[in-house]
């Protein structure tokens, strides 16, 4: 949606401009638009590249450690350690991928604010270009 925009915004701003000459009011608010499309696209494409992925199970350092190997310890202890640390491991996971989520809804959030507030914007940019020339 926002590329197609971009696109189509670019397009009129090229189809209206007059060459060497002065910008208009019209191109300025054009070159603006497409200008804050870019930037909220390129601050939502960090929403779609990859983060770091916490993968199924317990890393290997985390698994190893001298109390397994432990010959004075009982193995049903061991299994129990196992156990304890697998739930450790999985609640950091859980945390972690929460953290993120909760990055990447804030960053959605603030572009569909941001994609929703641009006619606003180009209605106030326009009119108060035309204020400013008006004045002179």
Not at 82 to 95: G, M, Q
């Amino acid at each position: 949606l926002m590329g197609g925009l971009l696109i189509a915004l670019s397009g009129y701003t090229i189809s209206i401009w007059k060459g060497t000459t002065a910008l208009t009011n019209k191109d300025l608010a054009g070159i603006f638009g497409c200008l804050y499309l870019l930037g909220i696209l390129i601050y939502v494409i960090n929403n779609l590249m990859t983060y770091k992925y916490f993968e199924a199970g317990s890393q290997p350092e985390t698994l190893i450690n001298s109390a397994y190997f432990d010959d004075e310890i009982p193995r049903n202890k061991m299994l129990l350690l196992l156990y304890l640390n697998e739930i450790e491991e999985y609640d950091r996971r859980i945390s972690s991928n929460n953290t993120l989520n909760h990055q990447r809804w804030r960053r959605y959030k603030i572009t569909v604010f941001l994609f929703l507030f641009f006619p606003f914007v180009l209605v106030l940019l326009y009119g108060a270009l035309e204020w400013f020339r008006r004045g002179k």
